[in-house]
């Protein structure tokens, strides 16, 4: 696996012209979502967080919401990959999202973790 290149290229175009997540080589779902204002949030993915979402490009960003919700106010079109969506949901919900990742897991994905 070599999550790295996701970065530069999380989708792929199908021959009949449908975007597709470039790892799960699955169509994007496009729905009618909402997003916060424009704020100056920061938004840091680290550790095991940052792999899981440099392997599974298509996830839901962080300000971006499917319910509409105080914080998620304004209507926009989500684009996302549910199993990308889904890993990363998985990680963020486990005892410690950004624990540090095993050599394995560095060695495997091609994401190595710069912990300075
Ligand atoms: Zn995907």
Redesign the pocket.
């Known amino acids: 696996m070599n999550c790295p290149k996701y970065i530069t290229q999380p989708t792929v175009t199908s021959s009949t012209g449908q975007t597709l997540?470039a790892?799960?080589h699955?169509p994007l779902v496009t729905v009618n979502g909402w997003k916060e204002r424009p704020s100056a949030t920061i938004y840091d993915s680290v550790y095991m967080q940052a792999l899981v979402e440099t392997c599974?490009p298509?996830f839901i960003f962080p300000w971006e919401s499917l319910r509409r919700t105080a914080r998620y106010c304004i209507p926009t079109k989500i684009s996302y990959?549910p199993?990308?969506q889904k890993a990363v949901a998985a990680n963020l919900a486990s005892l410690n999202p950004t624990r540090s990742p095993s050599w394995w897991d560095q060695l495997r994905t091609g994401v190595h973790i710069n912990k300075n």
């Open positions: 997540c790892r799960h699955i599974n298509n990959c199993v990308c």
